[in-house]
């Protein structure tokens, strides 16, 4: 066989074997996207109850600090002075 057929043979190998890897890698690098979206993912999952109980507590020491305070009751229709028939007495105690 000469020299030539040889060294294209074994160029040709290597070109295959090149386009494999190329291929691996790119599938590789896929892979490792997909890792850090599904990491990221997790990560906002975690913080979930986090934030939830932060919100529940706040919640809870507005509820708290609110009660403090009595309740405002604005009655803007009927307007002052003006009569009004009803069938409907509503009372509502302290």
């Known amino acids: 066989m000469p020299v030539g057929t040889d060294k ?9 074997k090149l386009a494999k890897l190329t291929e691996q890698l790119l599938q590789f690098e896929a892979m490792k996207k ?3 979206d599904e990491r990221k993912k ?3 999952l975690a913080k979930e109850p986090e934030q ?3 919100a529940e507590q706040d919640l809870m ?3 708290r600090d609110g009660s403090k305070n009595p309740p405002v ?3 803007a229709s009927p ?3 003006s ?12």
Not at 8 to 16: M, R
Not at 83 to 94: D, M, P, R
């Open 8 to 16: 294209e043979q074994n160029l040709a190998k290597l070109e295959d």
């Open 34 to 36: 997909q890792v850090e």
């Open 42 to 44: 997790s990560e906002a």
């Open 52 to 54: 939830k109980q932060r």
């Open 61 to 63: 020491i507005r509820l």
């Open 73 to 75: 009751i604005v009655i």
């Open 79 to 81: 307007a002052e002075g």
């Open 83 to 94: 009569t009004v028939e009803g069938q409907f007495i509503l009372s509502i105690a302290k």
